[in-house]
């Protein structure tokens, strides 16, 4: 059984840093690609980073690029999702999804999903 499991939001003062966890089970983890969404009340859930198979190629949302580093730990299953100089803007929910192969940007492709941890920024 697929499991998909995040941790680490909080309520957190802008300027602050999180970093989230993303713990997975049920499949062979570094044969998959690992995303991180989030989805802010009354939005669509947005990819903000992702890391790919294999070799762990990453890509990041433009509105991201330079504060969040996605990393992962094959030896524990789990990606991490390092969130630096936050902002109230990155309030959220943050999910993690898993896909087959590499990050195509596309949210469909992501068929196993976590419930999700909240991130909450105050100015």
């Known amino acids: 059984e697929v499991q998909v499991v995040e941790s680490g939001g909080g309520l957190v003062q802008a300027g602050g840093s999180l970093r989230l966890s993303c713990a997975a089970s049920g499949f062979p983890f570094d044969d998959y690609a690992i995303g991180w969404f989030r989805q802010a009340p009354g939005k669509q859930r947005e990819e903000v980073a992702c890391?790919?198979?294999?070799?762990?190629?990453?890509n990041y949302a433009d509105a991201v690029k330079g504060r969040f580093t996605i990393s992962s730990d094959n030896a524990k299953n789990t990606a991490y999702l390092l969130i630096n100089s936050l902002k109230p803007e990155d309030s959220a929910v943050y999910y993690c999804?898993?896909?087959?192969?590499?990050?195509?940007?596309?949210?469909?492709?992501?068929?196993?999903w976590g419930q999700g941890t909240q991130v909450t920024v105050s100015s």
């Open positions: 890391i790919s198979r294999g070799e762990r190629s990453t």
């Open positions: 999804g898993v896909a087959a192969d590499y990050c195509s940007g596309i949210i469909t492709d992501f068929g196993f």
